[in-house]
């Protein structure tokens, strides 16, 4: 994944879990034209989380044959944040970490996998293309985990 560099200077994230965006949120209009693309990603059902904080929505894509299982690849904070976390190929992740436009989970590597990134909230449309281009690519990635074709 090549990526632009990320203009200007990081936002201010927490330290600890909730790790969330704390400076440099997204406007709510933007935040909604993200989240309504991803909609558009085959076999992407948007709901609540399971596994973030209350008001956040996950990306959940459901896998077929006899031992489907639902897979959560990402979500998008609350809109006071407008981050998203998301989980990618570690190759992906890094392109994202160096471009300047996420870093890793405190927990990447750990109890998480080591492709997990908080994606930094986009401040504008362009922006907004940006990250839909990474959420493209953890879509991908799923599902692949979930035996389709990531297309």
Do not use: K
């Not at 400076?23 to 709901?47: F, I, K, M």
């Not at 992906?92 to 870093?103: K, L, P």
């Not at 930094?120 to 690519?137: G, K, Y």
Request: one cysteine or more; a negative charge; proline letters at 8%.
């Amino acid at each position: 994944m090549r990526l632009p560099e990320r203009p200007g200077p990081r936002p201010s994230v927490s330290a600890a879990v909730p790790h969330q965006q704390l400076t440099q949120n997204s406007p709510y209009h933007v935040q909604r034209r993200l989240l309504h693309r991803c909609e558009e990603l085959a076999g992407v059902e948007v709901a609540a989380t399971r596994v973030s904080v209350p008001g956040a929505v996950g990306l959940h894509l459901t896998g077929a044959g006899e031992q489907a299982r639902t897979l959560e690849f990402a979500h998008a904070h609350p809109s006071y944040d407008g981050s998203w976390h998301v989980c990618l190929p570690e190759t992906d992740a890094a392109s994202v970490v160096g471009a300047g436009w996420g870093e890793y989970h405190p927990l990447a590597g750990d109890r998480l996998p080591r492709g997990t990134v908080l994606l930094f909230a986009p401040r504008d449309s362009e922006e907004s293309d940006i990250c839909f281009d990474v959420l493209r690519s953890a879509h991908a990635f799923a599902s692949r985990a979930l035996g389709g074709s990531g297309d």
